[in-house]
C-alpha cells in the first residue's frame, strides 16, 4: 500500500519527532539556569505590562488585533463569537539552552458577566469536564476553604497529545484580583511541573528532573476580564518556556513546537466560552 501526500508527512513528522526526544541526552534536559533567568526576566516585563492596564477601566484589556488569517474588524470577530489569537513572542523566542512563547487570545461571551467567570474558574473540580481531554485532574490544595479564596495553590494532571502524547503533574500559585466589580483578573504561575512516565498504568512513576524532555519547563497564565457591551471580554496570555531546538531540526520541528502552545491557548478560550455560555442558558 502507498502512502501519498499527507500520509508521508505524518509519517516524516513523527520520525522526527521523535528524533527530537531521543536527541535529550542523560543529565540534561533540566531548565539550565539561564532559560530560567530569562523567562523570570520576560514574565516581569509582562506583569508589570499587565499591572499598568488593571490600573484604570480605560485599556483595562489590551488592544486586539487582526487575525492574519481572520482580516477584518476584530471588534466585530469578538461579537460574531470568534476568538482573535496574537503572537506575542519577541523574535524567534530564542533564549540562551531553550525557548520562550508568548500568546494571547481575546473572546467575548453575550450575556456573561465577571462574576460568572470568577465562580467557573475558582472550581478546579470542574476542570476535568471543561477542559476535557487535556486536564486528566485537578484540584485545590490549599487553602481548603469555601468560598475558595482569592489566592490558593492548585494541582493539575494534564495531557498532550501532539503526535506523541505527553503527561506532565503541574503545580499553580494563583491569584484573582479586580478594579471593581465589572473588571478583574487573575494570575496563575507555575512551581512545578513534573513529566509522567507510563501514565495510568502500574509502572507510572514521575521522572526525574535531569531525565525528562523539556516539553515544557514554565507555564505562567494571565486572564484579564472586563464586563461591557451586554457581556464579557476575555483575555488570556500564556508565557511559556520549553527546551530549545536542536539546529538541524528547526525547519521541520520549529512549526510544531510552536503550534502547541498556541493550540492550548486557543482551546483554553474556546472551551471557557462554550462553558460560560452554557451556564448562562441554564
Not at 61 to 75: I, M
Not at 140 to 163: G, L, N, Y
Not at 275 to 282: A, D, N, S, V
Request: glycine letters at 8%; charged letters at 25%.
Amino acid at each position: 500500500m502507498q502512502m501519498r501526500g499527507r500520509g508521508w508527512r505524518v509519517c516524516v513528522l513523527i520520525l522526527l519527532v521523535w528524533g527530537f526526544v531521543a536527541a535529550v541526552p542523560d543529565g540534561r534536559a533540566e531548565a539550565p539556569q539561564k532559560a530560567v533567568n530569562a523567562f523570570e526576566t520576560y514574565v516581569a516585563n509582562v506583569e508589570a505590562r499587565l499591572g499598568q492596564q488593571h490600573r484604570s477601566t480605560a485599556g483595562f484589556l489590551a488592544e486586539v488585533k487582526s487575525d492574519a488569517n481572520r482580516p477584518g474588524n476584530p471588534g466585530e470577530q469578538l461579537r460574531r463569537g470568534q476568538v482573535v489569537i496574537e503572537k506575542l513572542t519577541p523574535d524567534k523566542g530564542e533564549v540562551p539552552g531553550g525557548m520562550l512563547h508568548d500568546w494571547r487570545g481575546t473572546a467575548f461571551v453575550e450575556g456573561a458577566t465577571a462574576a460568572d467567570f470568577e465562580q467557573l474558574m475558582k472550581n478546579f473540580s470542574s476542570y476535568p469536564q471543561m477542559y476535557s481531554p487535556e486536564v486528566v485532574r485537578a484540584r485545590i490544595v490549599s487553602p481548603q476553604t469555601r468560598p475558595v479564596p482569592d489566592q490558593f495553590t492548585a494541582e493539575m494532571r494534564v495531557k498532550q497529545k501532539h503526535v506523541i502524547t505527553v503527561v506532565m503533574d503541574t503545580t499553580y500559585d494563583v491569584t484573582f484580583g479586580r478594579l471593581d466589580t465589572r473588571h478583574g483578573y487573575s494570575t496563575s504561575r507555575s512551581t512545578r511541573i513534573s513529566e509522567i512516565e507510563d501514565a495510568g498504568t502500574q509502572k507510572e512513576r514521575v521522572l526525574a528532573p535531569d531525565k525528562e524532555h523539556g516539553f515544557l519547563w514554565r507555564l505562567n497564565t494571565y486572564w484579564s476580564y472586563e464586563e461591557r457591551d451586554g457581556g464579557l471580554y476575555m483575555q488570556i496570555e500564556s508565557v511559556s518556556l520549553t527546551r530549545g531546538i536542536p539546529a538541524g531540526l528547526v525547519w521541520a520541528i520549529g512549526p510544531f513546537v510552536e503550534s502547541v502552545p498556541r493550540e492550548s491557548l486557543e482551546f483554553t478560550l474556546r472551551n471557557t466560552c462554550r462553558e460560560l455560555t452554557k451556564r448562562r442558558g441554564q
